[in-house]
């Protein structure tokens, strides 16, 4: 079966829910416990900030060989390991800590992200089947599959709705080269007198699922890589929000934009017209 081809009976994904939760639930308590005895710069990536720690990557290979020995026919794209090509058609979007530099310095803001699409695994052509984002500072589980809505615990989450852009509590996050960051910070300029204020939270995996919740009122970054926001982009949008990209197109490592579907449309044009402007 390829990629293209696969196909899922909804009436599986409360199972494959259930197995997802299981195996982002058992790395978020194992990252939580090496958090504990100590955490060290392992490497750094794409700069100097950009960081990883040793549990990043044991963390990930844990969530790994949980998924080989459940699923061995499914693929895996994960931050700190290689691609791997399955054969159902399914693949495993893998954040073992969204939001390391929180995780390296003991805030609470990063989590085990872990989701499962079909199709080819990019966000423009993959549909997301299921998602878990475990918070282990808070002790908090966000979930959803498709079709199924999102769900905190035994709450359903929802979107908050009828919020304009002028009183939007709105998520972002920045990169970790020195012109991203600039060019991010020019379209902030620009955003930021229209809405209620700004948080930054340092995970976009928290941020989604605080969107989800009624935490924030819209969320929007440049750069975020795939396993950023699997997980979380279908939780958002099991709770009502739309979740897009640049030019009306599908996020993107260009742009993610999540909010409430009024407001989706104000930010979209905010945001392409601070990024006119800088």
Known sequence: MTEREASVDPTELPALLALVRDIAVQ????????????????????????????????????????????????????????????????????????????????????????AVVAGPPEPSSWRALAGVVVNPSTGEVFEAFAGGGARLG??????????????????????????????QAEVLLGVLPQVRDIRRAGSAAVDLCALAAGRLDAFYERGLNPWDHAAGALIAREA?????????????????????????????AAIAAAGERG
């Open 154 to 183: 035994d709450r359903a989450l929802h979107v908050n709705e009828g919020v304009p852009l002028g009183r939007a509590l709105v998520g972002t996050g920045f990169g970790y080269s020195a012109e991203r960051r600039r060019e």
């Open 240 to 268: 009502g929000a739309l979740v897009g990209g640049p030019r009306g197109g599908s996020e993107s490592d260009e742009l993610v934009v999540a909010a409430a579907p009024g407001l989706f449309e104000e930010l979209s």
């Open 27 to 114: 790395a978020a308590e194992f990252a939580a416990a090496a958090r504990r005895t100590g955490v060290e710069v392992a490497a750094t990536k794409s700069t100097p900030t950009d960081v990883v720690t040793a549990t990043d990557r044991e963390t990930e290979a844990l969530i790994r060989s949980r998924i080989a020995a459940a699923r061995p026919d499914d693929g895996v794209l994960g931050e700190e390991g290689s691609m791997l090509i399955g054969t159902s058609g399914l693949t495993w979007v893998v954040d073992p800590i969204d939001g390391t530099v929180n995780f390296l310095y003991g805030l609470p803001g990063w989590a085990v992200s872990v």
